[in-house]
């Protein structure tokens, strides 16, 4: 059973970065899929980014393409979501996801989930 701890939120201006980390632990926990949704006020929560096991595979939502890049350091135990070219639209509570091995990597359906933090963009 994995659990998992973000970090790195916090209140920037559009057009600035942020640093998300989430760290893993639980057995096996280097073997799974893992990534990011966010949920924004009043919104249902939505799939931002995944990262495969091996960091081999990597899959974004549209809305994020090309700004967010996920990343998991050499243990494979902590995942970074790394968040350029912020919009206010981006504000939300982000929460790190993982599940185990197998199934297609854009299919992410998540079995364990952190806490979420919190992410504004003002304008």
């Known amino acids: 059973q994995g659990q998992l701890v973000e970090s790195g939120g916090g209140l920037v201006q559009a057009g600035g970065s942020l640093r998300l980390s989430c760290a893993a632990s639980g057995r096996s926990v280097s073997t799974y899929y893992m990534g990011w949704f966010r949920q924004a006020p009043g919104k249902e929560r939505e799939f931002v980014a995944v990262i495969r096991w091996d960091g081999g595979a990597t899959y974004y939502a549209d809305s994020v393409k090309g700004r967010f890049t996920i990343s998991r350091d050499s243990a494979k135990i902590t995942v970074y979501l790394q968040m350029n070219s912020l919009k206010p639209e981006d504000t939300a509570v982000y929460y790190c996801?993982?599940?185990?091995?197998?199934?297609?990597?854009?299919?992410?359906?998540?079995?364990?989930w952190g806490q979420g933090t919190q992410v504004t963009v003002s304008s």
């Open positions: 996801a993982a599940r185990p091995p197998g199934g297609s990597i854009v299919d992410f359906r998540p079995n364990y």
